[in-house]
């Protein structure tokens, strides 16, 4: 039993994960364990009628509670912590910052596998690498073994080694191909455990030639490696952002440092990852949502030991623990897919920033299209400004054009003008890129003779047609049903698909050039493990002669075939109450355009609108990206909006229709008492979608001029919100700083 030198029995002071705002107390273990016992390592406590995985916080001689009223710690586990007194540091200022239970916290910093209390392990995987004899075969010798040819293609590529995960991540049926490819003696397994097979150096192949403007951002970096800075990356698409993180990755590799490398979705990873394995002879660990509990466990502590140096993930990266850390890079910092927007809602940029400070180490931020809020960073001089304003290599900007489509025959939303354009472009045997982002056949199924519109019974929505298989489906609840042939009001009426979707547009192409290939990305065709990569390489090699997708295409991807680019609808984000909305849109079509002419050939953006005349896109097509963000952020303080003023987002919602209003006008109530008119409350109003899943959403706003202001009086409120009993019949959850009002 533990006690204090007094002989006092110590109080241990545990954040458990639970949607708690307070630390618990509970008495000293009957083993305290041999080591030390320090903030940060995961202990087992009995909770409620079972137990939970906590986390040490302090040790004390005092409790608010009698000794007799506390439980016991069950056990230990960890003889010290897994992350650093800096990373605890971090996770403490998040929980301040945003005003998110401290036990959720650290849970979220660590992976699933550990939050179960499983033993921290490093397991070594399992690798094959290419014989003398596999590095040397042409794979054109196992054309009658496709699946072989492909395996060995794969390790080619990959300077000859790759691990069990790697080959899960690319093909999930890899096994039988590898076995025979080592029956051949083309493969053998490795047995150096994780050191790469050039073990002891640290690049493959040497870098590009890079241009001045490159130089100078490498340069710029390179000289604050060893103290804390923000650089903001602003390149036009295809300037050569990723040869720039690259050659400054090198120089942070050769002084013995680990590099953390962020990106917003899982569909960008296997493309960057391809491209840092030929040139990094280190050991890259992934990590993201479509891997195993286990392969994730491994990349955290593979980067937590130092066996790897390079880390590619996505959001839920951020907090892996860094043994030797000596840069953080967010790719595609722009996009609000870095902001979580579920339980803990933290932004991935904004924490990265912070932690870059804790860990005096530089955070190199880069987009083609920074955000407004990066921007005004660069203005207040809080980050350095790096600037690509030429492509990479011989590639020349894309010439964007507004295609008028008004009072124009359409075919299933291709007017005349673009199918020809399409034509063209396919005789010169290019590839043509369309984009759409919307999925599925049609987003509304009415009803010619009554006017009836299928619609979702769980929220404010219209079932969306799904017709290859035949269903009508939910986006937001993913209800399902299926499609109807008759009209369940009238009995007669005819049911026609209204507007357009992915499936709809390839069934019409498919229609137009029937001896073209037509290959569809968007989440449904690409829900297989190995589907976009699949594709992906498809249309590298040529083998794809129209590429149609959602908003997965817009970023990071390089299509140097591709020189005619069509966005379908660009009026759909055209109109929106969300003051996010224009930025977001300009951010897409810059992004999208981007996929055009980035090698020799020259490429074409084309852009169907009915509102040629409107200012957001005559001005991205006459000034570009730079001079809207300025326009905008005028329009942004003209109006005292972010990132002029702060903002916190209370969101409620509950079955009952009557109760997230009361409950966000308590709140309201207390909050203008407490504020003394210093901070705007606006609301509380119905959420722009009001029904969701069964549930009746509203909203109540903060905005202030101060963020300490507005901190300060969440400091105040947060308590006082637990205690209404109102709070108990709804959901609720606070979101700071805001990445859209939906």
């Known amino acids: 039993m533990a006690k204090s030198h007094g002989g006092k029995e110590l109080i241990f002071r545990v954040a458990i994960p639970a949607p708690l705002y307070r630390l618990f107390d509970y008495l000293a273990p009957l083993e305290p364990g041999p080591g030390p016992l320090l903030p940060g390592i995961r202990l087992e406590v009995p909770f409620g009628k079972g137990s939970k995985i906590a986390f040490l916080i302090a040790i004390t001689h005092h409790s608010e509670f009698d000794n007799s009223k506390l439980k016991r710690i069950a056990r230990i586990l960890d003889d010290e912590p897994l992350l650093s007194v800096k990373d605890l540091r971090l996770l403490h200022w998040a929980s301040s910052y945003y005003h998110h239970p401290i036990g959720e916290v650290f849970s979220a910093a660590f992976p699933v596998s550990l939050r179960q209390g499983k033993p921290a392990e490093l397991h070594v995987e399992k690798c094959y690498v290419l014989t ?172 937590q030991q130092g066996v790897c140096s390079i880390l590619l993930g996505t959001r839920s990266a951020l907090f892996t623990p860094l043994k030797k850390p000596g840069l953080i890079i967010l790719d595609e910092e722009h996009d609000a897919s870095f902001k979580q927007q579920e339980g803990f809602r933290f932004s991935t940029r904004d924490v990265a920033v912070v932690r870059g400070k804790l860990l005096n180490i530089p955070v190199l931020l880069g987009s083609a299209t920074p955000s407004l809020e990066s921007l005004h960073n660069v203005d207040q001089r809080r980050y350095r400004f790096l600037h690509l304003p030429e492509r990479a290599g011989n590639a020349t900007a894309p010439v964007l054009q507004l295609l008028d489509i008004r009072n124009k025959r359409m075919q299933e939303g291709l007017s005349e003008a673009l199918i020809e354009d399409i034509r063209k472009t396919l005789a010169r045997n290019e590839q043509v890129l369309l984009f759409l982002n919307r999925r599925g056949y049609a987003p509304t199924l009415i009803c010619h003779g009554c006017g009836w519109v299928g619609r979702c019974r769980r929220c404010d929505a219209n079932l969306v047609i799904h017709y290859d298989e035949g269903l009508l489906r939910c986006h937001h609840c993913g209800k399902e049903q299926p499609l109807i042939q008759r009209c369940p009001a009238c009995k007669t009426g005819e049911l026609t698909p209204l507007g357009m979707g992915t499936e709809r547009v390839e069934k019409v192409l498919a229609a137009l050039f029937p ?213 108990k019949k709804v959901r609720w959850s606070l979101d700071i700083d805001p990445v859209d009002l939906y």
């Open 515 to 727: 001896d073209r290939t037509v290959v569809r990305l968007d989440r449904d065709s690409t829900q297989r493990k190995g589907a976009l990569e699949k594709y992906l390489q498809q249309i590298s090699q040529g083998r794809v002669d129209i590429i149609l997708g959602t908003q997965m295409l817009a970023k990071g991807h390089h299509f140097p075939n591709v020189t005619l680019v069509a966005i379908l609808d660009v009026d759909s984000g055209l109109f929106s109450i969300d003051f996010h909305a224009a930025e977001k849109l300009a951010q897409m079509i810059v992004q999208v355009s981007g996929r055009a002419g980035r090698a020799e050939k020259p490429g074409k953006v084309i852009m169907q609108t009915r509102k040629p005349e409107h200012p957001l896109l005559t001005t991205l097509i006459r000034q570009g990206y730079s001079d809207f963000a300025r326009t905008a952020l005028a329009e942004r303080k003209e109006a005292s909006l972010p990132p002029f003023s702060y903002q916190a987002l209370l969101r409620a919602q509950a079955l009952d229709g009557k109760m997230p209003p009361l409950f966000l006008e308590a709140i309201g109530k207390l909050a203008r008492q407490y504020s003394r008119g210093h901070i705007q409350i606006l609301g509380p109003v119905p959420a722009p979608m009001t029904k969701r899943a069964g549930l009746y959403r509203y909203q109540l706003l903060f905005q202030s001029s101060k963020r300490q202001d507005l901190h300060g009086l969440l400091d105040t409120l947060m308590p006082e919100i637990e205690k209404l009993k109102q709070a």
């Open 132 to 303: 003398e004899e596999g590095q040397a075969i042409d794979s054109n010798r196992l054309n009658r073994a496709p699946k072989q040819k492909s395996v060995l293609e794969k390790f080619q590529s990959h300077a000859g080694r790759l691990s069990e995960t790697e080959l899960s991540l690319w093909n999930e049926n890899w096994r039988p191909a590898v076995k025979a490819l080592i029956d051949k003696q083309l493969l053998r397994i490795d047995q150096s455990g994780d050191a790469p097979a050039d073990a002891g150096l640290l690049v493959r192949d040497s870098a590009l030639q890079s241009n001045p403007h490159q130089q100078a951002a490498i340069a710029a970096v390179r000289e604050s490696l060893d103290q804390f800075g923000v650089f903001l990356l602003e390149g036009v698409t295809g300037s050569g952002k990723t040869e720039v993180y690259m050659q400054i990755i090198r120089h942070v590799l050769e002084r013995g440092q680990q590099v953390l490398v962020l990106l917003p979705e899982i569909t960008l990873t296997p493309q960057l990852e391809e491209r840092f394995r030929q040139r990094f002879a280190v050991t890259i660990a992934i990590s993201h949502s479509k891997l195993t509990d286990g392969q994730r466990q491994n990349a955290w502590l593979s980067m």
